[in-house]
């Protein structure tokens, strides 16, 4: 039988809370969350194509459960401030340990050393995840429809936008498309990815958009790795895209983010987004 990595995740992430709130309480981080006053602008910033046509999320990531170590040394700080002078508009961190071998102290790094809204990139589940997030300086964070009951997932979307932070809420199927759409959600990140196999797809996000509202704004997710994903996905309607690995394994953050930002520009009359 293959290996479900997403049930295997969650668990451990309900044990991984337990132990954290042994630590820190929530009302702690409830009063910490309540504090923040500096968040910067998520939704507002992939609202609008940016003056490449394309707006880029790049992400810091140190592994993966189906590809293993990608770069586990990296440097969360160094890497915010390539992705910022190649030009993306804002930086996701990975913040699982156990699985992707992040952590929070890569979101304080990454958002002490750039000017950028950042994500927190993690599998979210409890009001708790949500209060740590704002605490530790997250801008946003990812909520995933698939391992979310309706009721939990709007509880904690309102939870999220009650702090004043931005949620990019996750699909990957029509089903989930239907839930999302019920719970209000505005930024919508169509994973090309199923969490349960960590196969991926790079047609679904083109499929999936239609289903989304007007009023909501789509994100492409995994598997983007170079110019011709994006200028297929352009042709779809879609304009932002979450990138990490590619970004990561290319050696120069701030040229390979460059490249994909000039490729919207080649989906135009002009231009062929070629390094």
């Not at 586990?72 to 699982?96: R, W």
């Not at 083109?206 to 996905?233: H, K």
């Not at 953050?253 to 520009?265: D, Q, Y």
Request: proline letters at 5%.
């Amino acid at each position: 039988m293959p290996t479900d990595f997403l049930t295997q995740i969650v668990q451990r992430k309900g044990h991984e809370i337990s132990q954290a709130r042994k630590v820190i309480s929530r009302d702690r981080l409830e009063a910490q969350a309540r504090q923040r006053s500096d968040f910067r602008p998520f939704f507002g910033t992939l609202q609008q194509p940016g003056p490449g046509g394309v707006n880029i999320i790049a992400e810091i990531k140190r592994a993966s459960p189906s590809k293993g170590d990608i770069c586990v040394d990296l440097d969360a700080s160094k890497m915010a401030d390539q992705y910022e002078k190649g030009g993306a508009v804002a930086v996701s961190v990975l913040t699982d340990s156990t699985y992707f071998k992040g952590s929070l102290d890569d979101l304080k790094a990454a958002r002490s050393a750039c000017t950028l809204p950042v994500l927190r990139k993690e599998f979210t589940i409890s009001r708790y995840q949500v209060y740590e997030a704002a605490a530790a300086g997250a801008d946003a964070i990812l909520l995933i429809a698939r391992i979310l009951s309706p009721d939990k997932l709007n509880q904690l979307y309102m939870l999220c936008r009650e702090l004043g932070m931005d949620a990019l809420v996750e699909i990957h199927t029509p089903e989930d498309a239907h839930i999302v759409a019920a719970c209000g959600a505005r930024l919508v990140g169509i994973n090309n990815r199923n969490l349960s196999t960590f196969e991926t797809d790079i047609a679904i996000a083109m499929d999936l958009v239609s289903r989304l509202t007007p009023d909501q704004v789509p994100v492409a997710a995994s598997g983007i790795s170079g110019p011709d994903d994006i200028q297929s996905n352009l042709s779809a309607g879609i304009y932002n895209f979450l990138v990490g690995e590619s970004i990561v394994r290319s050696g120069d953050p701030a040229r390979f983010i460059r490249r994909l930002i000039r490729s919207g520009s080649g989906s135009h009359p002009s231009g062929n987004g070629v390094a």
